[in-house]
């Protein structure tokens, strides 16, 4: 029988291959996340007619001849170039920019694994970022002090999640003091307790500089009471270091007795019945207003000859709140946005990467697993060592080429035709050869 037919047939065969690769690439033109196939194809072997022969004598060398004898699949690869952007505003899809997989399971001890590049998280009613198989998302844990630990585990996002409160610690004065004017006045500002409680404190000052010295002040405590007015804290005290004074150019350049900035704090050490509030004030009973350390807690307060606008800012402090919503960011942070407008520190997504990822297994639903050719998963955090960031509200489109595909598709039905050809043109010739007989 002829060799041409069972040529033919590897190559129909082949083709048939890469047609299902093919297929199968433009069946997932729109997966998320999805790496599309590449199929090459190699030569199987070839039958020597005659060895080649070496130069001799006055004759040349000879080339050695073959007939080939089929084909073969050469490689089907897995190729995990970034495909496009697909915008969706919704804050559980995640897509890295970059090189890297989301790391799933669904193991209670996190040790079976999985891989993928499809960011198209839910949450479910425990607060866990899963995938739409309920798989889920492994991140880097936060401790009792909201950063961020090597603790391995799943994304959690708490819908009970709180933001306990803290108390005010540091009071700045921002603002004018008119050099112009004499008159005492009172400004207020609000400060919090260690339970979230908010308590209005007012300041007095006054003018008290002399003919040679001119440019002094005076500041006092005055009354400090909850915002309700239901409760007053007696005994609070601002120590010795009062006397603020100004250059000729409106600059502060004495805090306390000398020309030199000393320190200043509110101190509540030692108020009365404060066993009754509950709570404590500040840092071991004591808020900062003036530190010679920090020259933003004073820099910002002048002596001109303009209108009064100074005014005491509770630099921290809030009361307790409940989560209200989330976001990513790019290092793949989940942070908490709670009612009393802060934010906290959740838990951070983690990301693989491999030294060879054609080298991973596709399981189906979008997951990889690591090979003996992939090398071992490399974990760490997005937007570092390599690893691509995390953007919130987009998804990986697929990285399908509808335009090579359809070329693809084109020459690989033209070679499916020629060897079928092949095939047709064999059997008319063994036809003839049959015919002989006649």
């Given at each position: 029988?002829?060799?041409?037919?069972?040529?033919?047939?590897?190559?129909?065969?082949?083709?048939?291959?890469?047609?299902?690769?093919?297929?199968?690439?433009?069946?997932?033109?729109?997966?998320?996340?999805?790496?599309?196939?590449?199929?090459?194809?190699?030569?199987?072997?070839?039958?020597?007619?005659?060895?080649?022969?070496?130069?001799?004598?006055?004759?040349?060398?000879?080339?050695?001849?073959?007939?080939?004898?089929?084909?073969g699949i050469g490689s089907?690869?897995?190729?995990?170039?970034?495909?496009?952007?697909?915008?969706?505003?919704?804050?559980?899809?995640?897509?890295?920019?970059?090189?890297?997989?989301?790391?799933?399971?669904?193991?209670?001890?996190?040790?079976?694994?999985?891989?993928?590049?499809?960011?198209?998280?839910?949450?479910?009613?425990?607060?866990?970022?899963?995938?739409?198989?309920?798989?889920?998302?492994?991140?880097?844990?936060?401790?009792?002090?909201?950063?961020?630990?090597?603790?391995?585990?799943?994304?959690?996002?708490?819908?009970?999640?709180?933001?306990?409160?803290?108390?005010?610690?540091?009071?700045?004065?921002?603002?004018?003091?008119?050099?112009?004017?004499?008159?005492?006045?009172?400004?207020?500002?609000?400060?919090?307790?260690?339970?979230?409680?908010?308590?209005?404190?007012?300041?007095?000052?006054?003018?008290?500089?002399?003919?040679?010295?001119?440019?002094?002040?005076?500041?006092?405590?005055?009354?400090i009471k909850s915002e309700?007015?239901?409760?007053?804290?007696?005994?609070?005290?601002?120590?010795?270091?009062?006397?603020?004074?100004?250059?000729?150019?409106?600059?502060?350049?004495?805090?306390?007795?000398?020309?030199?900035?000393?320190?200043?704090?509110?101190?509540?050490?030692e108020i009365e019945n404060?066993?009754?509030?509950?709570?404590?004030?500040?840092?071991?009973?004591?808020?900062?207003?003036?530190?010679?350390?920090?020259?933003?807690?004073?820099?910002?307060?002048?002596?001109?000859?303009?209108?009064?606008?100074?005014?005491?800012?509770?630099?921290?402090?809030?009361?307790?709140?409940?989560?209200?919503?989330?976001?990513?960011?790019?290092?793949?942070?989940?942070?908490?946005?709670?009612?009393?407008?802060?934010?906290?520190?959740?838990?951070?997504?983690?990301?693989?990467?491999?030294?060879?990822?054609?080298?991973?297994?596709?399981?189906?639903?979008?997951?990889?697993?690591?090979?003996?050719?992939?090398?071992?998963?490399?974990?760490?955090?997005?937007?570092?060592?390599?690893?691509?960031?995390?953007?919130?509200?987009?998804?990986?489109?697929?990285?399908?080429?509808?335009?090579?595909?359809?070329?693809?598709?084109?020459?690989?039905?033209?070679?499916?035709?020629?060897?079928?050809?092949?095939?047709?043109?064999?059997?008319?010739?063994?036809?003839?050869?049959?015919?002989?007989?006649?």
């Amino acid at each position: 029988m002829m060799r041409s037919m069972y040529s033919a047939v590897s190559g129909l065969r082949v083709h048939q291959t890469k047609m299902d690769v093919i297929g199968n690439n433009i069946a997932n033109v729109n997966t998320v996340g999805y790496k599309k196939g590449q199929m090459t194809f190699q030569e199987v072997f070839s039958q020597v007619i005659r060895g080649a022969g070496a130069p001799q004598g006055g004759k040349g060398g000879t080339n050695p001849q073959q007939i080939g004898l089929g084909v073969g699949i050469g490689s089907i690869n897995t190729i995990h170039t970034k495909g496009p952007t697909q915008t969706t505003d919704n804050p559980t899809d995640l897509m890295i920019d970059g090189e890297g997989f989301f790391v799933v399971t669904d193991d209670t001890n996190y040790e079976n694994k999985y891989y993928t590049r499809a960011g198209n998280f839910t949450l479910d009613k425990a607060g866990n970022l899963v995938t739409p198989d309920g798989f889920k998302v492994l991140g880097y844990k936060v401790d009792e002090n909201e950063n961020i630990t090597d603790e391995i585990g799943p994304i959690v996002i708490n819908r009970s999640e709180t933001k306990a409160p803290t108390a005010t610690n540091k009071i700045q004065f921002r603002g004018n003091l008119d050099s112009r004017n004499d008159e005492t006045f009172t400004t207020d500002t609000v400060i919090k307790d260690s339970l979230g409680n908010s308590y209005l404190v007012k300041f007095e000052f006054k003018k008290t500089g002399t003919e040679t010295a001119p440019n002094k002040w005076t500041m006092s405590l005055g009354e400090i009471k909850s915002e309700d007015g239901k409760i007053e804290i007696k005994g609070a005290k601002l120590g010795d270091n009062t006397t603020i004074k100004f250059d000729e150019n409106g600059k502060i350049i004495g805090i306390g007795a000398e020309d030199a900035i000393n320190g200043l704090k509110l101190d509540f050490s030692e108020i009365e019945n404060k066993e009754k509030l509950g709570a404590t004030f500040g840092d071991s009973g004591k808020i900062t207003i003036f530190d010679p350390a920090d020259k933003d807690s004073y820099n910002k307060l002048t002596q001109y000859a303009n209108d009064r606008d100074i005014k005491p800012y509770a630099e921290n402090g809030n009361s307790s709140g409940k989560i209200k919503g989330f976001s990513i960011d790019p290092s793949g942070v989940v942070s908490g946005i709670f009612t009393n407008g802060e934010r906290k520190a959740l838990g951070q997504v983690m990301l693989a990467k491999f030294d060879n990822p054609m080298g991973l297994q596709k399981l189906g639903n979008n997951f990889f697993v690591d090979t003996r050719n992939s090398g071992e998963a490399q974990l760490g955090k997005p937007g570092t060592s390599g690893f691509g960031a995390t953007k919130s509200g987009s998804l990986e489109m697929s990285n399908v080429d509808l335009s090579m595909e359809f070329t693809e598709m084109i020459t690989t039905q033209r070679g499916f035709q020629a060897n079928s050809r092949i095939i047709t043109a064999s059997d008319e010739m063994l036809q003839e050869l049959v015919n002989m007989k006649r």
